[in-house]
T-cell receptor, first 114, second 114 residues
Framework: DAKTTQPPSMDCAEGRAANLPCNHS???????VYWYRQIHSQGPQYIIH???NNETNEMASLIITEDRKSSTLILPHATLRDTAVYYC???????????????FGTGTRLQVFP | KAGVTQTPRYLIKTRGQQVTLSCSPI?????VSWYQQTPGQGLQFLFE???????NKGNFPGRFSGRQFSNSRSEMNVSTLELGDSALYLC?????????????FGSGTQLSVL
């Protein structure tokens, strides 16, 4: 079963920031939070991941709450090409090999409109 | 660097037949994972191979099998196909399969069982 909870869908106007929330209240201390997205008929694409601190890369920012029970993915200036299903995943930490714990859940369908 | 390549892109089979899908990981990646994606169940982990050995396995019947070759290329096989096996089959690769590594996904093989 998925260890994360996400809203099923969200809308965002083009050019505005898209803030996608994720609850992971049962996260363990060594579990990372990963975000992937999947554009229709393609394989999932990695976006960002983090453990405790906020992270930023060229695609997005990840804000993790201090208690680590929730996080928010921020796309600062959404474009039409950001329309996709966004998955929040928790994974066991480094030095372990548990790809069976990559459980995607149902994700959030983000629709960016003009 | 070439991405993860899956062949064929589309496949149509009939019930009772068997099928073999192929995945070529990114050069230098030794871990290959397979996922099944259906509208009803979402993305589900099938198995993971590392250095020609199956390291992790999901909750699928024995009709689903796989293997990995010395060059890290992987194949998965589904025997005695059922209608419910119609799905997008995705392959993902990473260097070592560690949980702090991002996965790179192929575009998938869309299997239709008639």
């Amino acid at each position: 079963d998925a260890k994360t909870t996400q809203p099923p869908s969200m809308d965002c106007a083009e050019g505005r920031a898209a803030n996608l929330p994720c609850n992971h209240s049962t996260i363990s201390g060594n579990e990372y939070v990963y975000w992937y997205r999947q554009i229709h008929s393609q394989g999932p694409q990695y976006i960002i991941h983090g453990l405790k601190n906020n992270e930023t890369n060229e695609m997005a920012s990840l804000i993790i709450t201090e208690d680590r029970k929730s996080s928010t993915l921020i796309l600062p200036h959404a474009t039409l090409r950001d329309t996709a299903v966004y998955y929040c995943i928790v994974r066991v930490g480094p030095q372990s090999y548990n790809t069976d714990k990559l459980i995607f859940g149902t994700g959030t369908r983000l629709q960016v409109f003009p | 660097k070439a991405g993860v390549t899956q062949t064929p892109r589309y496949l149509i089979k009939t019930r009772g037949q068997q099928v073999t899908l192929s995945c070529s990981p990114i050069s230098g990646h030794r871990s290959v994972s397979w996922y099944q994606q259906t509208p009803g169940q979402g993305l589900q982990f099938l198995f993971e191979y590392f250095s020609e050995t199956q390291r992790n396995k999901g909750n699928f019947p024995g009709r689903f099998s796989g293997r990995q070759f010395s060059n890290s290329r992987s194949e998965m096989n589904v025997s005695t196909l059922e209608l419910g096996d119609s799905a997008l089959y995705l392959c993902a690769s990473s260097r070592e399969g560690a949980d702090n590594e991002k996965l790179f996904f192929g575009s998938g093989t869309q299997l239709s069982v008639l």
